[in-house]
């Protein structure tokens, strides 16, 4: 009699376990397991899937960016971004520089660009990170939310 109740407790959690194994398997389909989705008429496009959603564009801190310009930009570009002969370029007027979002200007900072570059007018490299390793994504920001100011700097003096 033990054996037989033991047997039939194994059947019976054993096909509890395969039930709910295949309701986990209908589980985030829209619908239950048996439902199919019918192919879009012809001509039709198939329904767009839903986008995902990017990360907002982290924003910049002008005055923290200021001092940080000061210590690791302002060598080449001046300290008002106004560039300096034969070394940065001037960063207020620079259509390069406007052109940019704010992130694929932090990407161009991060990267830097050899005096080899054809793109590299000044024929002077841009270090990676303006050659500080210790300039992180958000000390960038600042960085560029400073420039954004000096961009401004032109259309105050018309």
Do not use: W
Not at 17 to 28: D, Y
């Amino acid at each position: 009699m033990l054996s037989k109740l033991n047997i039939t407790m194994r059947t019976a959690l054993f096909s509890a376990a395969i039930a709910g194994a295949l309701a986990l398997a209908g589980c985030g389909k829209g619908g239950s397991s048996n439902s199919r989705q019918t192919p879009p008429a012809a001509g039709n496009p198939p329904a767009a899937t839903p986008a995902v959603a990017k990360p907002a564009a982290m924003a910049g801190d002008a005055a923290r960016g200021k001092e940080l310009f000061a210590d690791n930009c302002s060598t080449c570009h001046g300290d008002q971004g106004q560039g300096l002969p034969h070394l940065g370029k001037d960063l207020q007027t620079s259509k390069f520089v406007a052109g940019l979002t704010d992130a694929k200007l932090v990407a161009f900072i991060k990267h830097g660009r050899s005096a080899a570059n054809p793109l590299n007018t000044t024929h002077v490299a841009m270090p990676p990170l303006g050659g500080n390793p210790a300039l992180n994504t958000r000390k960038l920001y600042d960085i560029v939310a400073y420039i954004r100011e000096l961009q401004k700097i032109p259309a105050a003096k018309q």
